[in-house]
């Protein structure tokens, strides 16, 4: 949804990050952060914190929305754009300002 210029400019950068509100969110997150890996239902369970009884529903959500796939036991994300995007959008910029510092606006502006 999208917010304001007056309400961007007041508001603290903390209070506008992506939440993991839902449970489908918590799992895309850890998902998100591993990439290169597969996980059992129960690893991907004790990992977000959802509850037994959720956890097989969240992820044959994200399944029908071809979000993750799994074969046999384990579950990862799926193969796809939206996958490449939304990872890129959240953890590629996070991973470059560690490795290369965060970009000043005035650097971008130079001498003008």
Do not use: C
């Not at 917010?3 to 969110?25: D, Y």
């Not at 369970?45 to 929305?65: F, P, Q, Y």
């Not at 939206?82 to 560690?98: F, H």
């Amino acid at each position: 949804m999208p917010i304001s210029v007056k309400e961007f400019e007041k508001t603290p950068e903390k209070a506008l990050e992506v939440g993991e509100k839902t449970n489908g969110q918590k799992v895309l997150n850890f998902l998100l952060k591993n990439p290169d890996k597969a996980f059992t239902r129960n690893e991907i369970m004790k990992a977000t914190g959802i509850k037994k009884g959720s956890i097989g529903v969240t992820l044959s959500r994200l399944e029908e929305k071809d979000l993750v796939r799994h074969k046999g036991n384990y579950w990862t994300l799926a193969e796809d754009d939206k996958i490449a995007t939304l990872a890129s959008e959240i953890y590629g910029t996070k991973t470059a300002n560690k490795s290369l510092g965060e970009e000043k606006k005035e650097d971008w502006l130079g001498d003008q």
